[in-house]
Every structure is written in C-alpha cells, then in structure tokens.
C-alpha cells in the first residue's frame, strides 16, 4: 500500500512538472545550455602613490591570476569567478600564496524560470543571489544609487520586467559579524569603551541595504521611482525586503513611539528619479538621488534646525557613428550627500554634561554611512591603509563633494575578419573637494556649525585627470590579448589626514581628546602623476554546449 501511494505521488509529481514547465520538463535538451571555463592571466606595471602618511606606496608591478566555471541555460545561470593577486592591498589568507590573496568576482546564482502554468513564458521574473557585482538601472559610469565600479557584493535580487511595469527589490549587505573595531584615530591602537547603544560595542555594528526601483516602459522611454535605505544593528530586514510599501515610510511607521510595535534605530533613506530612452541609435539618461528629503533649500521655507541639502544626480548617454560609438556622461554630489548623520551625540542618555548617566560621545552614532566599510582606513600588519573611497561608497563611485565629466568612444574594427579586435577610449575630467563617508560634518560636530544649505567643492579643489585605453583582441586556439593603459594626473591630490574638531555651542570640549575618523583633503601644490598598464591573456574552455561536449 506505502508502495502504491508512493508511485501515485511519483506520477502526480511528473505530470504536474510536465503541466508546469511545458510539454517536457527541463533537460539537455535545452539549446542554450552551456558549461565552460575562463582562465585570464594578466601582468600590471603602475604609478601610484599612497594617501595616507606612512602607508607603503602601492607596489610598482603584480600579477594576477582569475578563474570562473560558468554554466548558461533557460532557467539557470551558475558564476563562479574569482582571482589570485599579489598587489599587496590585503594580507595574505595563507603563507603558500607567495604573497597573494583571493578576490572574489562574481559567485552567483542567477535563476529565471519559464513558468506557463503561471503566466511566466520566460525573461519576466529573475531571481539574483550571492556574492558578486550589482548594478543600477541606467547604463552610466556616474550612477548614483549603485557603484558603477564592479564591486563584489553579497545580495539578494528579485526582478520582474512585465510590458508595462518594472520592478526590482534588492538586499545588500553591507556589515555582518565583522571582526573590524572602531577605534580611536588619534591613539593607535586604542578601543573605545562599550556604552549603551552606540557603536563601541567593539565592532562594526552589522549594516544591510534595501534598493527598490518602481519603473514603466512607455516605448522607447522608462520613467522610475529609486527608493534606498540603510539599517544598522542587523544585516538584513525582513520586512524592508518584503514590504513593496517606498521605505521612507515603512521606517516612519515602525519608529514611531507610543505603538507596541515600535523598533528601535533611526534608519537612513535616500530617495530619486531616472529617466533613459533608448533605440538603434543611441540611449540617454538622468537621474537624480536625494538624502533626507525636504524642502528646506527654498527661499521661502525653512527648517530649524537648517537641513543640509544632499543631492547627487547623473545623465548622459551615447550615440552610434558610422565610425563608431561616442559618449558623454556627468556626474555629481553635494558635500555630505553619502555621509552618516552628525557626529557629537552627547544626549544618548538623555542627559547633559554633569548629569547623572551622561556620556561623553564625540562620534557618529548612527554609522549608517552610504560605504560598505564605516571606515576610510583599514589596518593590516600593524600599518594603517587608506580605503579607496571610490570603492566603498555604496552609490555614486566619487562619493560627496564632486563634479566629473567624460567622453568615451568605442568600436569594433574589422569584425569577424583576422584583423579583429575592440578598442575603447575615454577622458575624464574629476573634481573633487574635502568628502569623508565616517566623519559627518568634517570638523565640525553639528551641521549648524556650517552655514551654508549647499555646500560644493568650498575650498581646495583636486584635479584629477584621466585617459585610459583598452584593447581586446581575439586570437586563435580560443585565447583573447587584454590590453588596458590608464595615465593622469591629480593636481591638488587628496590625502587622508588628521582632522581638528571645531567645538561649539552645547558641544563642551571633552575631557579627553577623541579622535576623529580621517577624512580625504586635497593638498593644495601637491602633483602626483598616475600610470597603470596592464597586459595579460584570456582563454575560454568549452566543455558542453547545446548538446554537444567539447
């Protein structure tokens, strides 16, 4: 009889596979289905130089070594990318590396189900997860809600692309179980005390992100909602995730005081538009992304305390040329836009200096920075390094305090002749004022103490310009010849340096000096040439494909 029903739940289960994935269930009979390997193997020879005092120059000449296993079907793609550097921008994980350590790539699933008993008859519906890069929904080196720099990131992406509606709702995790302290910047070393709420726990509070992105297709053009939030003390939110509710006011909801199911936090929401049109011709874009929403930048309206007015937008695009592809792109964002809140918190108690239950705090304590890192410098070996702001910010690559131009131009020559090979080419113009992800207000330790609502590269300014080339050639035997020059020049570089907190106001000077995070200045005088030349080969090993092993 157990034998019996076990075959009936057997057939039942064949035959709904059958109804639900169409006439036959999924196999090898796929034609798009594909495994193969990539391995690349690349030589770098750079000019670089450090930014923060005491740090060793960045090493002259590194090799690195990549590897993926990719699989492609219908409903399945598997990335596992990853690759071996000895660069010296991290230790080690093991003494047998000679040096190197492991990066990962991309290690993702990506699943997107032909599902006709549900309506789905495939490209609808895409389910993204694991660790690897993630992108915004317009195509621009100056994105503003995503890095358009290729980070590896651990999340969750679930997208739906109907006729008219587009939807995306992603999870980004910023800190989880970090091993990395806060610490004091002006005594190495040195750990802050652990007090109540604040970060001084010891480590990194953990930290996640919720990006949604509202959108319709009206023909050529896509109009959208972008909707971000960042969350400390857990890495994911359930309820951020899953509420298709903009988030700005699912955290207003849950915060509020006097209901039984208030939360604790004060979560930060960065909100915006874009605007992209595409055809055979060309594509152009906008978009625009504002922190703490309001109106206080009108003449007529004013809030009090004055709100900071952070904004970072982009637009730009491209058009084809009978000689090829070229394209325009601006970027931009006012000081403070990606940075976390205020930093001096002397009434976390509720009391002030020489009440019972004060503390003494001269610190963000609400880290919820826009970065992956809370941090604009790590330690390794007993030194101290600085991070590469444009690869931490979560948003836009050039984080705070910034204005860059581009043009580019690219172009397949002789195509599917001997001779062929693909060229790109840009020159960048970046300026960049005074900008730290980790120190709020810079040296001040409220935003009042600025003046001004808008604030845009005030004082020394750095000039960083910047050409760069690559170069893709195919070769036989399923080998491709990578090519990539980057040469410039920082005028008025950025350095990471010490800051002189500004007391004032309800702000006493503290009993003992506490130092501040350092944030990137730029040096006025100080000219540093840049120069990165990479040369390295890529070869690609089929193992099956549309029914075929190789």
């Known amino acids: 009889m157990a034998a019996k029903i076990g075959y009936s739940l057997i057939l039942g289960w064949i035959l709904a596979s059958q109804a639900l994935w169409g006439a036959e269930p999924p196999g090898n009979e796929d034609p798009g289905e594909k495994i193969y390997f990539d391995f ?27 590897a993926g296993l990719f699989y492609r079907s219908r409903w399945l793609d598997l990335n596992i990318d990853f690759s071996l550097l000895n660069d010296k921008l991290y230790s080690p994980e093991e003494s047998y590396f000679g040096g190197r350590y492991f990066a990962v790539r991309d290690a993702r699933i990506i699943f997107h189900p032909s599902l006709p008993l549900l309506g789905l008859t ?91 992105i509202y959108g319709l297709n009206l023909g050529r053009w896509r109009f959208g909602f972008q909707d971000l939030i960042i969350y400390l003390n857990r890495s994911f939110d359930l309820e951020f995730f899953f509420n298709p509710l903009p988030q700005y006011f699912v955290q207003l909801i849950n915060s509020a005081a006097g209901r039984p199911g208030a939360t604790a ?16 011709k060309g594509y152009a ?13 009108l003449p007529f309206f004013s809030i009090s305390p004055a ?16 000689f090829g592809r070229l394209g325009f792109y601006h970027g ?37 920075e826009a970065t992956y890192a809370p941090a604009t410098e790590y330690t390794g070996g007993g030194r101290s390094f600085a991070i590469d ?18 043009v580019d131009f690219q172009r397949m020559f002789f195509p599917r002749r001997p001779l062929e090979f693909g060229l790109y080419a840009s020159a960048e113009w970046a300026l960049n004022g005074a900008k730290s992800p980790a120190n709020p207000w810079h040296e001040n330790y409220y935003a009042s103490q600025s003046p001004d609502r808008i604030s845009l590269l005030g004082g020394t300014v750095e000039h960083l310009l910047r050409l760069q080339a690559a170069l893709r050639k195919p070769l036989p035997l399923g080998f491709i010849l990578n090519l990539d020059l ?8 950025i350095k990471l340096v010490d800051v002189a907190p500004r007391y004032g106001g309800y702000v006493p000077v503290p009993t003992v000096p506490w130092g501040e995070p350092r944030i990137y200045v730029p040096q006025r005088g100080l000219v540093e040439p840049v120069f990165k030349l990479t040369l390295g080969f890529t070869y690609r090993l089929p193992v099956y494909s549309g029914g075929r092993w190789f």
Do not use: C
């Open 40 to 66: 690349t193997f690349n030589l770098t020879a750079q000019r670089d130089y450090p930014w923060l005092d005491g740090q060793p120059r960045p090493v002259s000449f590194y090799d690195s070594l990549a």
């Open 389 to 406: 702001y444009t690869r931490n910010y979560l948003g836009y690559k050039y984080g705070e305090n910034n204005l860059a131009f581009l």
């Open 122 to 212: 495939g490209g609808e519906f895409t389910l993204t997860a694991g660790r690897g890069p993630h992108r915004d929904v317009v195509e621009t080196p100056y994105s503003v809600f995503v890095n358009a720099n290729p980070l590896a990131a651990v999340h969750l992406d679930l997208s739906y692309r109907g006729g008219v509606f587009f939807f995306t709702d992603r999870w980004i995790q910023l800190n989880a179980r970090s091993r990395n302290r806060y610490a004091d910047y002006s005594t190495p070393g040195y750990t802050p005390p652990a007090v109540g709420w604040t970060p001084y726990r010891g480590t990194w509070l953990d930290k996640g992100a919720n990006l949604k």
């Open 265 to 280: 936090g004060n979560d930060n929401s960065f909100m915006g538009f874009f605007a992209d049109v595409k055809d055979e």
């Open 486 to 493: 980057t040469a410039g020049v920082a005028i008025n570089a």
């Open 332 to 368: 931009g964002a006012t000081k403070y836009t990606f940075a976390a809140t205020y930093t001096a918190e002397h009434l976390l108690s509720g009391a002030f200096e020489g009440d019972t239950g004060f503390i003494e705090v001269p610190y963000s304590i609400f880290p919820y």
């Open 307 to 322: 709100i900071k007015t952070k904004v970072a937008w982009s637009l730009g695009g491209y058009r084809d040329f009978s």
């Open 285 to 297: 874009q906008a978009q625009i992304l504002i922190n703490d929403l309001n109106v206080d930048f």
